[in-house]
């Protein structure tokens, strides 16, 4: 059974910090690609990082150079630590298998809300 649990989550002022962590509990977790994706009402998942099997790393434009994505083989989670956190990051995060192709592997998970406000 697929299991994919984030937390992490919280209320933050502009230009703050948090650090997310999801729980992969998925088939060969450490040959797949993972992402971490951001959902606001109305709009579709979007994809702001992914990391790769050998740990090459990709943000959307939006998120480039405040969020980092990384991986931990040994435990079967992925963290995104994201600083500077802006109004506009304000979504439910989450995580999951990023395919190639686009969209994502799983069913999602309940998310994690980030709430970021003055």
């Known amino acids: 059974q697929v299991q994919l649990v984030e937390s992490g989550g919280g209320l933050v002022q502009p230009g703050g910090s948090l650090r997310l962590s999801c729980a992969a509990s998925?088939?060969?977790?450490?040959?797949?690609?993972m992402g971490w994706y951001r959902q606001v009402p109305g709009k579709r998942h979007e994809l702001v990082a992914r990391?790769?099997?050998?740990?090459?790393?990709g943000y959307a434009d939006s998120v480039k150079g405040r969020f980092t994505i990384s991986r931990d083989n040994a435990k079967n989670t992925v963290d995104l630590q994201m600083n500077d956190l802006k109004p506009e990051d304000t979504a439910v995060y989450y995580c999951?298998?990023?395919?190639?192709?686009?969209?994502?592997?799983?069913?999602w998970g309940r998310g994690t809300q980030v709430t970021v406000s003055s």
């Open positions: 990391i790769t099997d050998d740990y090459t790393t």
């Open positions: 999951n298998v990023a395919p190639i192709g686009g969209g994502a592997g799983y069913s």
């Open positions: 998925i088939p060969n977790f450490n040959a797949n690609t």
